[in-house]
């Protein structure tokens, strides 16, 4: 895990700063997909965080997501959601999400999923920000993935403006479609044949 943190520890701001709230309490979460354990002891909790201050003094101790070994996952959700579909928060709920290419893990990759982050943190999708769980990139061989958790894949209001507020925010061409997706029919089905519940 050392080898995660850029530097032997997180330098958090000294207490009599003035720091900038969040709305809620952050976590991000580390996956290492080792063969000889069980998927929730590769998972491991990072650091909790609900300022801004915070939020970058983690962000900048970390190492970048394309530098991460293939297998390896990042995730930033709420304070007591846990990154798995089994979770009661998610459990009934989906994923808007975005497959890179290969060629994408330089030139967009880090930059997709800082913005994915300040999306989170920054309350992007204004009322509809209750309706977020999380997010999570995947670090894979075959093409990378981001994804943004909501709770409730039947919420179409909130899903369809989180979708197309999330889209604009990294900018996504308007030819390019994303999909959403319940956890139900991805856990079920193999990831390609997952029928995408909303576009944007």
């Known amino acids: 895990w050392s080898a995660l943190l850029t530097e032997a520890s997180v330098n958090f701001p000294p207490e009599n700063t003035t720091c900038l709230p969040m709305v809620v309490m952050w ?42 070994m293939s297998g390896c996952d990042y995730s930033l959700f709420k304070d007591g959601i846990e990154p798995m579909w089994e979770d009661e928060q998610n459990r009934r709920g989906g ?21 994915t982050l300040l999306c989170l943190v920054g309350e992007a999708f204004d009322d509809h920000s209750d309706d977020v769980c999380g997010a999570v990139i995947n670090i894979r061989a075959k093409g990378d993935k981001i994804a943004i958790w909501t709770t409730d894949y039947e919420n179409k209001e909130a899903i369809t403006h989180i979708g197309r507020v999330y889209k604009e925010r990294l900018g996504v061409p308007p030819k390019v479609i994303i999909g959403y997706q319940s956890h139900a029919d991805t856990a079920t089905k193999s990831g390609s044949t997952t029928k995408n519940k909303f576009v944007a």
Do not use: G, M
């Open 95 to 115: 994923r808007w999400l975005i497959t890179l290419s290969k060629q994408q893990r330089k030139a967009d990759l880090d930059r997709f999923w800082l913005e």
């Open 27 to 68: 976590a991000l979460w580390f996956f290492k997909n080792d063969k000889s354990k069980t998927w929730q002891a590769n998972l491991r909790l990072i650091s909790k965080f609900d300022t801004v201050e915070d939020f970058w003094a983690l962000y900048n101790h970390i190492q970048l997501s394309s530098n991460l």
